[in-house]
């Protein structure tokens, strides 16, 4: 039997899968705790960026910023944060909220500016105050842009948290980290195979919601503008 094949038979042995701090718990784990940092994060970075997209202001800065954070390696960050804050779960997802922080950001700012100003000339010429503007105009149109932020965000979480295990011990990275440790490769390679899973599912469904909150009007131009377009020929 090759090593996939027993990672696999790893995962569905009854001795491991649905026991106590087996496959369906440390699933459980990996998943709340990815949707715990990515809330956070979401709270941190779309005020700010909505902010920065509407105003235009403190771009430079925060780009640069966000250049920053994303050089900085995680399992460093990880390390000196648990050495402050002890062995428990604050020290990774203070650590995952810090890495998800700039795709979000990104996502957040880019999907104003994406906007077409005249479109948002427009709004102020008929009396939309910049409230309306913002809530009526810019979030919609800005919406499915978020949305590709949230997604680059959510698969790097996933992926990062099987550092979670390195201090607390909980979700997928329990499997690798106590594989490498005893030498048991099935093990190691069955929470690789699940951390991949969830992302995979987590990318369809972003990629899902991505789709679904681009404003009908976006939709239709662009399916029109496809059906519409020309096709040059090619001269051989």
Known sequence: MNLFAEAIAWIFDPEHFAVSGG?????????????????????IAIPLGYLIGHTGRGRTIIVALSGGVRALPTLGLLIILALNLGISLQAPVIALVILAIPSILAGAYAGFEAIDRRTIDAARAVGMTEWQILSKVEMPLGLPL???????????????????????????GGFIFRGQRTGDYPQMLAGSILVVILAILFEVIFSILQKAVIPAGVAARSATSLRTKPIRSRSV
């Open 23 to 43: 496959v369906v718990s440390r699933v459980v784990e990996h998943i709340w705790i990815s949707l715990l940092v990515l809330a956070i994060a979401a709270v």
């Open 146 to 172: 978020l949305m590709g932020g949230l997604r680059s965000a959510a698969l790097q979480v996933i992926a990062t948290a099987t550092l979670v295990a390195y201090v607390g011990g909980a979700g997928l």
